[in-house]
Structure formats: C-alpha cells, structure tokens
C-alpha cells in the first residue's frame, strides 16, 4: 500500500496556500507536480555540472554528456525499447509529433490515407492536417461512442491497402479512455500502415512496453511524469527513424558540413539538432526513477480507488453529468452541471484553493461530439488523497447552490 502522507512531503508544492486555503491541485492531466527528488537533480545540475555537451573535452562537459546518455538508457529501459538510440529527446509530445508529421512528407502521396482518432489532442490533429495539406493525402477520423470508446469495427471498416499512418492517444486527456491500442496497432499493421501512439496521458498511469506493442511511434512528455516541462521524448523503431528525414538542420545533427552537402549523423542525433535541454533530459530520467520507485502497479490501483469514489461522490451532486464513461478509464473525470459555465466553475473552486482545468482541454472535435463548450476536469494523481476529492465535491456542490 502506498504511504500518502509519505509521499506527499516529497512534493513541496502541496503544502502551500492558494486565495488562502491549502491548495488542493486537481489539474494533473496538464501538468504533473514535481517532487523534491527531480528538483535537487535539477540544482544539483546547474550548482555543480552546467556546461554544453557532446562537444567538451572538459570535465563539466564529460559529466554532463554522461548524466544526459544516462537519462536516455533509463528512459529506454523503462519504455523496454530494443535500442538506446531509438530514444529521442525533444522538447515534448507536441515536438515528437511534428517530427514524425513532418518527415512523412517525404513518404506520403496524393491520395494515400491517414487515419486519426475522434478523442485526439489538438497537437495529434493538427500536425497530420498541416501533412495532408502539403501532400494531398486524406484525414480520416475513427468515430467514437457517447461513453468515449472508439467504434473498433468502423477503425476495421476504414483501413485499406490506401491507409499509410494510424494515430491514436494511448489515454484521451479530456475523456480518460484507455484505448485497446495493442489491437489498434496489429490491425494497422496487417494493411502495412504504420502507428503513432502519443502517450503523453498514459505515461503517469500506466508502463508502455513499445517491443511488445510493436508500435512504430510513440512519445511522452515529462512534465506529466513528475518531471520538468520543455523536454520530451519520441520513440521509433530504428527502421523508420532511418528513413524520416531530419526535422531541423543544425549543429549537432551532422556528420559533415561544405557548402557543397552536408551529411546527416547517426541517430538519435541526426533529430537532435541544436543545444538540448540538457537538466531537462537528465532530471526526466530522474522523474521516470522516482515514478518508479513509488511502482506504476501500485499507482495504477491506488488512481483507480481515487477515480471510483470520486466518481460515486461527484455522481450525487444534482445536474451534474460525467462525459467519458469508458469502462477502462485513467483518474480523469471531466464534468458539467446543467445549465451552467464550466469556467464559472472552475473560477469558484480556484476561490477555494482547488485548482482544475475547465474549457476544451485541446480536444474541441469531442466537445463538438457532445455538443457542449467545454467542461470542468478533475484528474488525480498518486499524490491526491480522498479528503481532496471531499473538497472538491463540497466545492462543486457550493457553486451549484451559487450559480444555478
Ligand atoms: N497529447 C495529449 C493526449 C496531451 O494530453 C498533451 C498535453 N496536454 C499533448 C499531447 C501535448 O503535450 P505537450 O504540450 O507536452 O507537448
């Protein structure tokens, strides 16, 4: 079982007072909080060893290149990837992303297909848009169901030999769903579409063994993970990292630079163009030590509790609707109230110290799918207790009686 209260004296944050009342923070699908553990690595990082790296004959650089290729085999390791260089920082889901949209340029052609799901993240729409604008390939979008699930037979029913790419949220971050992406990937792969997972809601919750999934893509940031925000990662399976293109040109991901051709380096760094985030890198491998150290199982199972008694005891409050009722879900609850604002909402729970998100969650088609503006969205993480989730339920309860 999991110490809490233990836990929680890792997290500086959590003790402070916001409009006066302890801070009760509910907004972890955006970003995680960050323990005091990946804070002195980053400290340590810039007290003791900031210098460039790759390049230093000097001992700051030495140490630093070191501790940042330490990062990228712990992230390797905890991902189960069959090669360190498969591993590739960026500065997030979002940059990941667009690297891999942006290299399919040169792979896709006029017709081809591209299938995205109905539940995706702006950033898992917009990028595979912006590629079928330059290569006149078509969108098409797996449907979902009132409960957040996507439609498997209709996914069946659109792959075709014309089906190149398949994207897919391991985890919806507005909804929760937990999307059979094991059957998502080998059906894609039997018509020879390849598949990008974008893990950046799973990462908290759940380990993703990218060998056994076979999955051609997938990415993370760390900012959900307990870890600082600007810095990424994108796995790929080496044969397609070796046929994309590099994404940015620069120092870093050379081999040989004349004015008449310049050759590309090997990879990872042939998409590492550029300083990196170099604390980032090195305090995300230290965030993935410290989730681990707590054991994703246990979290898993304690999350779970938090979701099933939320669940239960926001379901009480009149008017009040949940929208994603997957069966397998994350510690997501995105709600309305009839008849009033999600942001009226969410601007009286800040009043008392309870921090949510309200609005589209950078999902606006699932809003369109329900025909609603947005909605309030608690999520819990390991660190959230069952008092909290009392707080919030009186907190909603008393901008009901305020607002209808
Ligand atoms: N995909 C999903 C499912 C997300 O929840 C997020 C972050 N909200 C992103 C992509 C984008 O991640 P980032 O902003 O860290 O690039």
């Not at 539940?119 to 078509?138: D, F």
């Not at 870093?252 to 990879?267: G, P, R, S």
């Amino acid at each position: 079982m999991l110490d809490i209260n233990k836990i929680r004296e890792d997290f500086p944050i959590l003790k402070r007072k916001v409009n006066g009342q302890p801070l009760v923070y509910l907004d972890n699908a955006a970003t995680s909080q960050t323990p005091k553990q990946v804070i002195d690595v980053i400290v340590d990082y810039y007290e003791n060893y900031n210098a460039n790296i790759h390049r230093g004959v000097h001992a700051l650089s030495q140490e630093a290149t070191d501790k940042y290729e330490q990062a990228r085999i712990k992230i390797q390791k905890h991902f189960n990837a069959a090669k360190t260089h498969e591993m590739i920082f960026t500065s997030g889901t979002t940059h990941s992303i667009n690297l891999v949209a942006n290299g399919f340029s040169s792979l896709i052609e006029k017709g081809d297909e591209i299938l995205v799901s109905a539940m995706e993240h702006h950033s898992n729409i917009v990028p595979w848009q912006m590629l079928c604008e330059r290569t006149g390939a078509v969108l098409k979008v797996i449907p979902m169901n009132q409960e957040g699930e996507l439609l498997m037979d209709v996914y069946n029913e659109l792959l075709s030999e014309k089906t190149k790419l398949v994207f897919c949220n391991h985890v919806s971050n507005a909804l929760g769903t937990i999307n059979p992406i094991k059957k998502i990937i080998d059906k894609a792969h039997s018509v020879g579409a390849a598949v990008l997972i974008d893990g950046a809601q799973a990462a908290p919750h759940i380990v993703a063994d990218v060998q056994a999934l076979d999955v051609d893509f997938y990415t993370c940031s760390a900012h959900k993970v307990c870890g600082p925000t600007g810095v990424g990662m994108l796995y790929g399976k080496e044969e397609w990292l070796k046929k994309l293109p590099p994404y940015q040109g620069g120092g870093e991901m050379i081999a040989e630079v004349t004015f008449e051709k310049t050759t590309y380096a090997d990879l990872p760094h042939k998409f590492e163009a550029g300083t990196p985030n170099i604390c980032g890198g090195i305090a995300f491998g230290a965030a993935i030590d410290y989730m681990n150290s707590i054991g994703f199982d246990q979290i898993a199972k304690y999350e779970h509790e938090l979701l099933l008694y939320a669940t239960q005891e926001l379901l009480k409050i009149e008017g009040l609707k949940i929208y994603g009722t997957a069966k397998n879900k994350t510690s997501v609850i995105s709600f309305n109230i009839d008849g009033i604002h999600p942001y009226d909402i969410g601007t009286i729970l800040d009043k008392l110290g309870i921090a949510v998100r309200t609005g589209h969650h950078c999902a606006q088609p699932i809003m369109d799918f329900y025909k609603i503006p947005g909605t309030v969205r608690a999520s819990f993480s390991f660190y959230n207790t069952k008092g909290e989730i009392d707080t919030l339920v009186s907190g909603v309860e008393r901008a009901r009686k305020m607002l209808v």
